[in-house]
């Protein structure tokens, strides 16, 4: 987003005017009027990085990634056709710098942290772990957005601190953000880089731009091919430390937990999508899983009748699935902890086997009659939550959805025993 | 001991005895239900064949016919209860209180159905949750009884600000429906056994009992079903489910403070038993096959089989180390049943309807969640109303609710609220002249406020 090259100020004034456009417009798409609107996966699907990175993650294309096929071209195109405009962050980061006194020199000297960073995105990617796919613009002011449409918490504000933390560093140091770190950004200087092979410089590209274009192509191989094979080393090395214990409850659909933390990308959409609000920004564990959605079954659960965290889902790391196939999805089995479980102990409960919307729960009596037992069907049982959500024992519930083995790809259960849904298609919400 | 009649003794007694061949059946009648007899009853009288009018079964063509024959009339009442379980209880309590004629029939020998004579002493569903705060749903009748266990030693736990679930003794808790029932100035029949009904057409105006003196009528102007089983519905007719669920045997265990805890866990016991205001003493739930309580030969055999390993598991728990101390206090007078036919009422309540808290217009109760961590549902009339039948209300765990919910409504504080509210309707109903459905709801609420029923 340099302006260095001259643009006649009439020019100028109608692209600053689309730029407002786009930010207007970019607004609406991540505060869609109607809660529960699929619209708000478009604004992150927009991005081609988001699209390049989760298609290499996932090894799969789907029809949400098409989305970026637009802005794709107009970047081949046009360079750096998207910061200048489109780019809903860069229309606010220069209103920012309008804040300062002095208008610093732009931010010449850092290293191109976002063209290694992407590209070790992409080298992540190709092991399933884009690593700073996370870091998108777009996906950013998005999930700024998402953290003021939820009730107001400390963990909803803390999931839409990226954007505010971009703009505090555009303060601190003018244009670093767009002009060294951006992997979007990067991705289209790489891309013009490709362009000026195919056809000589254009008469508007940025000094930064020349400099590296100059930059002998073998160099940028080599070391785009150790920065993506770096990305791939990190990403096998996250991959295998991701067996540990507990493992965080993902939606479902979810990719395994070793790829899972990589393709999401914080916008925020499922925990802004689900109507019970149970999918909750995760705030404990590693640092490289900060953020993403986790499960609590707390007060609701997920609904049967319910598809929407994987609508909504720009990057795949939720699966898009229809109703029949999220139906079997397993979040993860509930395990019933005797100890605690009331019914276990002679009291007359059976709040999780009235709850259980797939019947998954039965009556076992022991050997000797004189005690019963929740036992949970994990043929049927999909994780759902419903009965712990149901269940009346505090401060620890006897009845827990557990999360499935990491590295196992999502178990469908044979779809025999998908439940014959409720009676009633919308079921309430608990309310406690 | 031996005792030779004298021929003074035995002229007295054969004109006694046809003094009673006179008028037998009407003073039979009164003599039950009465509390107090001051009738000379002579020592002994030789009944000869024949004094009474006799309508015995006719064995006929391979068949057995049942006579036609008259009843006798042991009273005449306004509001009639059968059953005197939690519902019943506080049915009769709420509408001898609203001033009407009140009389409670009941086929054991005290009150409290499951929760006295099947030894079921937890008290679950007293409260709900709402906002975080704990909200006490069981009030009115129901809790004043609670209420004035507290104040005896030893008859009650958990019955105070911020308890739930109260546990109260047996004993301590026939006594005070006694009390209760007596002070309300309700007419009660005990050992009698509602068997059938009596109907004007397509009305109900009373039941027919057998006991030892007979088979016998009452007519009433509103009769409430509270024997658990709608056994008085069923005999009138009324739509209804009829459900199969799990019939257990309650037990106690005495001694239980000598067990060691920790070694019996060691030998995979893990409790003993449900607390209980008496010292060293756990009541033992059982929850039993899933079987029809209406098939005696069913009732039969589990009361038998369900006493055999009662007696062999406490003789076990006895041999394990840790429990040397223990013994079978008592197995429960009376079998664990918990669920059998269920109303067909104008609205049936369902498990969606109570997780939402549906509100109702004519919500008469509000029911409570297990371990009060949920919020309450409001109760309709409707599900204590008959479709068609007039001049009867069902409460306690036969009231109109679905397969579901009825899990959370058998339980007693629920039992207790909605037979304390069929009682205020059957009274309201008497005396606005009406039949039970077309009683002023808000009439009926305001007079359930008056007498302490929460209604959210
Ligand atoms: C094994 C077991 C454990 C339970 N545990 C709990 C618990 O821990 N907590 C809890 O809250 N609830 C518990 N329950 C449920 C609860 O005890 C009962 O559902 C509740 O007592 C029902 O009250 P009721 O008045 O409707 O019926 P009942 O208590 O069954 O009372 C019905 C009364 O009517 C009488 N009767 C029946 N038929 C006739 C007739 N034809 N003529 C005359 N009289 C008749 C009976 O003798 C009885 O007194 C348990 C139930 C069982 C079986």
């Known amino acids: ?432 | 001991m031996k005792h030779t009649l004298n021929r003074r003794e035995l002229l007295r007694l054969l004109s006694a005895a046809g003094l009673g061949a006179a008028f037998s059946r009407r003073a039979v009648a009164d003599e039950i239900g009465t509390a107090v007899t001051n009738a000379p009853v002579p020592e002994s009288k030789l009944v000869p064949s024949s004094t009474r009018p006799r309508y015995p079964a006719v064995l006929s063509g391979g068949k057995v016919i049942q006579p036609e024959r008259p009843l006798a009339v042991a009273a005449e009442t306004d509001v009639l209860v059968v059953g005197g379980g939690p519902a019943g209880f506080a049915a009769a309590v709420a509408a001898a209180r609203a001033g009407v004629r009140t009389t409670l029939v009941e086929r054991y020998g005290y009150f409290g159905g499951q929760w006295t004579g099947g030894l079921v002493l937890l008290v679950i569903s007293s409260h709900a949750r709402e906002n975080g705060q704990l909200v006490k749903v069981l009030r009115g009748v129901g809790d004043e009884l609670l209420e004035r266990l507290t104040r005896i030693d030893g008859a009650v736990v958990n019955q105070a600000p911020g308890r739930h679930n109260p546990t109260s003794d047996p004993e301590a808790t026939k006594f005070m429906m006694d009390e209760m029932i007596r002070e309300a100035g309700v007419k009660v029949f005990l050992h009698c056994w509602v068997a059938d009904v009596v109907m004007e057409g397509a009305a109900l105006r009373g039941v027919v009992f057998e006991s030892k003196a007979g088979r016998q009528a009452i007519l009433a102007r509103v009769v409430v079903d509270a024997t658990g089983d709608g056994d008085v519905f069923a005999a009138a007719g009324a739509e209804h489910e009829q459900r199969l669920h799990a019939i257990g045997l309650v037990h106690r265990l005495g001694n239980t403070d000598r067990a060691d805890a920790a070694q019996l866990k060691e030998a995979g016991i893990r409790s003993l038993g449900a607390l209980e205001p008496l010292p060293s003493v756990k009541w033992v739930n059982l929850r039993g096959p899933s079987t029809d309580c209406l098939d005696v030969a069913e009732l039969t055999r589990l009361e038998m089989e369900h006493r055999r390993s009662i007696w062999k598991r406490v003789q076990q728990l006895r041999k394990t180390p840790g429990g040397e101390k223990l013994f079978l206090l008592q197995t429960a007078p009376q079998l664990g049943v918990r669920i059998s036919r269920l109303l067909a009422g104008t609205h049936q309540l369902t498990y969606a309807e109570a997780r939402q808290g549906r509100k109702f217009p004519d919500t008469i109760a509000v029911g409570g969640a297990q371990n009060a961590q949920h919020i309450g549902w409001p109760i309709p009339y409707g599900a204590l109303v008959p479709r068609k039948l007039d001049n009867l209300l069902a409460a306690g765990r036969c009231i109109c609710v679905d397969e579901k919910l009825i899990e959370d409504m058998r339980l007693i504080a629920s039992c207790l609220t909605t037979g304390h509210a069929a009682g205020a309707a059957a009274a309201l109903a008497v005396q606005a002249r009406c039949r039970p459905r077309e009683i002023e709801i808000p009439r009926l609420q305001k007079l359930l406020r008056d007498q302490g029923a929460y209604l959210g």
């Open chain 1, 1 to 432: 987003m340099n302006h260095a090259c001259d643009e006649n100020p009439s020019r100028r004034r109608w692209r600053q005017a689309g730029r407002w456009l786009a930010l207007a417009a970019a607004l609406c798409l991540a505060w869609p009027l109607q809660t529960g609107s699929w619209t708000s996966v478009i604004l992150p699907a927009l991005s081609p990085h988001i699209a390049a990175g989760a298609t290499l993650a996932a090894r799969s294309a789907g029809i949400i990634g098409l989305l970026a096929l637009p802005v794709s071209i107009l970047i081949l195109v046009f360079p750096r056709w998207f910061c200048r405009h489109a780019c809903p962050v860069g229309l606010l980061q220069e209103q920012i710098e309008k804040l300062r006194r002095s208008p610093a020199p732009p931010w010449r000297r850092a290293p191109l942290l976002g063209r290694w960073m992407l590209l070790a995105t992409l080298g992540g990617a190709c092991l399933g772990y884009p690593f700073f796919l996370w870091l998108d613009p777009l996906a950013l002011f998005n999930g700024f957005v998402n953290a003021w449409r939820a009730p107001l918490t400390g963990a909803a504000l803390l999931a839409g601190i990226g954007l505010p933390l971009l703009l505090l560093l555009d303060l601190l140091l003018p244009r670093l953000w767009c002009q060294r770190v951006c992997p979007l950004g990067a991705l289209q200087e790489l891309l013009a880089l490709f362009r000026r092979r195919l056809r000589p410089a254009s008469r508007c590209e940025t000094a930064s731009e020349a400099e590296t274009a100059s930059a002998k192509g073998w160099t940028l191989a080599r070391r785009g091919f150790l920065a993506a094979g770096a990305g791939a080393a990190g990403a096998l090395g996250l991959g295998l430390g991701r067996e540990r214990d507990p493992l965080p409850l993902r939606p479902p659909g979810s990719l395994g937990e070793d790829r899972f933390a990589g393709v999401c990308v914080r916008c925020g959409n499922c925990a802004q999508a689900c109507p019970s609000r149970i999918v909750r920004p995760m705030l404990r564990g590693d640092l490289a899983g900060l953020l993403t959605p986790t499960l609590s079954f707390e007060r609701d659960y997920c609904r049967e009748d319910c598809h929407q965290c994987g609508r909504v889902c720009p990057s795949g790391a939720i699966a898009r699935s229809s109703l029949q196939e999220k139906l079997r999805q397993v979040i993860g089995p509930a395990r019933v902890d005797l100890d605690v479980c009331l019914l276990a102990n002679g009291r007359e409960c059976t709040a999780c086997i009235q709850r259980c919307p797939f019947r998954a729960i039965a009556l076992k009596t022991t050997q000797d009659g004189f005690a019963t037992e929740p036992a949970v069907d994990l043929a049927r049982c999909v994780g759902c939550g419903a009965c712990e959500a149901v269940c009346p024992t505090r401060p620890a519930r006897a009845i827990r959805v557990t999360a499935r083995p990491g590295r196992l790809p999502v178990q469908p259960i044979p779809s025999a025993s998908v439940p014959e849904r409720e009676p009633t298609p919308n079921t309430p919400s608990i309310k406690s």
